[in-house]
C-alpha cells in the first residue's frame, strides 16, 4: 500500500492520501490529512516515510505513540479513521 500512496517516491504527503480517498468518492476534508501527517512526522519533511507510515498503521509497535492514538481518536474523524482501518488491512495483506 505504501508505494501505491507515495507517487512522488519521497513519501506520502497530505495530498497523496487526499488523493487517494478521491477515487473512492469520499468527502475527507485535507486538513484532517495534514494533522495525520503533522502527527506522525519524526523528520519534519512534511511527508510520512515508510518508518513514519508503519508508526501510523501500526502504533501498538510504539509504546507511546499507541497511547497518543488512544486518547487521540476523538481529533480525527470518523472517515480517516475508517480509510486508516482499509490501509492497515490492505498494508496486512500486501505483506502475506
Known amino acids: 500500500m ?7 517516491g519521497y513519501g506520502i504527503a497530505s495530498f ?3 488523493d487517494f480517498t478521491d477515487t473512492m468518492d469520499t468527502a475527507i476534508p485535507v486538513y484532517d490529512f495534514e494533522y495525520v501527517v503533522d502527527q506522525y512526522d519524526g523528520d519534519r519533511d512534511g511527508r510520512l516515510s515508510y518508518d513514519e507510515f508503519l508508526q501510523f498503521t ?16 476523538s481529533l480525527i474523524t470518523p472517515g480517516v479513521h475508517d480509510l486508516m482501518y482499509a490501509l492497515l488491512n490492505a498494508e496486512i495483506e500486501g505483506q502475506k
Open 2 to 8: 505504501f508505494p501505491f500512496l507515495d507517487k512522488s
Open 16 to 18: 497523496d492520501l487526499k
Open 58 to 73: 501500526l502504533p501498538k509497535t510504539h509504546r507511546e505513540l499507541a497511547v497518543m492514538t488512544e486518547t487521540r481518536n
